[in-house]
């Protein structure tokens, strides 16, 4: 079984919206929305991919974050390990970078079901904070 480590950017503006992207269409758990992120490398921790990986994806320079929880999930042909960081501080505006719709959404209005399952505990967790 594939096993995955991902670290995760839930990037927080002052006014308490959250950017959110779209999965692809072709990728695993297609057109849900997500917060962006990607796969931990051998050679990173989850520190140095949050920051590669929001880079890559929506364009920003991260310059401070935390940990905001680490949860491991099981899907029928993959385990996978999340690690959810809050980003509050960054340089740059955030966008689709790789071509992925991207958007700026209320804390209180993420709607669990619009995202992978195994966001369900981390959206609780935003709503109750």
Do not use: C
Request: no cysteine.
């Amino acid at each position: 079984m594939k096993q995955l480590e991902i670290a995760v950017g839930i990037i927080r503006n002052s006014q308490g919206q959250i950017f959110i992207t779209q999965r692809a269409a072709d990728a695993h758990m297609a057109n849900k929305l997500e917060f962006p992120g990607g796969k931990i490398e051998v050679d990173e921790t989850p520190e140095q991919a949050l920051v590669r990986e929001l880079h890559e994806e929506t364009g920003i320079t991260v310059t401070g974050f935390t940990l905001f929880d680490k949860l491991a999930y099981h899907f029928p042909d993959r385990h996978i390990t999340l690690w959810f960081f809050m980003v509050e501080s960054w340089e740059g505006e955030p966008w689709g970078k790789e071509g992925q719709p991207g958007q700026w959404v209320t804390q209180n209005a993420l709607v669990a079901a619009d995202f992978p399952p195994a966001n369900e505990p981390i959206i609780r967790k935003l709503q109750q904070s």
